[in-house]
Nanobody
């Protein structure tokens, strides 16, 4: 399994932006599809975005489509989530995830990071 470490979370006003990063260990990063999930207080963890091994294909939850962008840099073993036009309801712990398949990373990832807190003030 790949080890994942998120960073980039913080406190931001509504309408603001952040870029979340997820650094992966190992030399096989390019063989994993990557994704982001989030969990708000009192709610279940939900899918946010996913990206294929090469980065050519991306998927987004309807709630973030047009505001969030997932990307990856295989040379740096890093996946990013650019979050723009943040809303109060985007407040959550954001988790990075990895799987050998794009379908798998959207449903049952093999690896998880520890999460990074994003708090949006209204």
């Amino acid at each position: 399994q790949v080890q994942l470490v998120e960073s980039g979370g913080g406190l931001v006003q509504a309408g603001g932006s952040l870029r979340l990063s997820c650094a992966a260990s190992g030399r096989t990063f390019s063989s994993y599809a990557m994704g982001w999930f989030r969990q708000a207080p009192g709610k279940e963890r939900e899918f946010v975005a996913a990206i294929s091994l090469s980065g050519a294909t991306t998927y987004y939850a309807n709630s973030v489509k047009g505001r969030f962008t997932i990307s990856r840099d295989n040379a740096k073993n890093t996946v990013y989530l650019q979050v723009n036009s943040l809303k109060f309801e985007d407040t959550a712990v954001y988790y990075c995830a990895a799987s050998k398949s794009l379908v798998g990373v959207t449903t049952t990832p093999d690896s998880w990071g520890q999460g990074t807190q994003v708090t949006v003030s209204s």
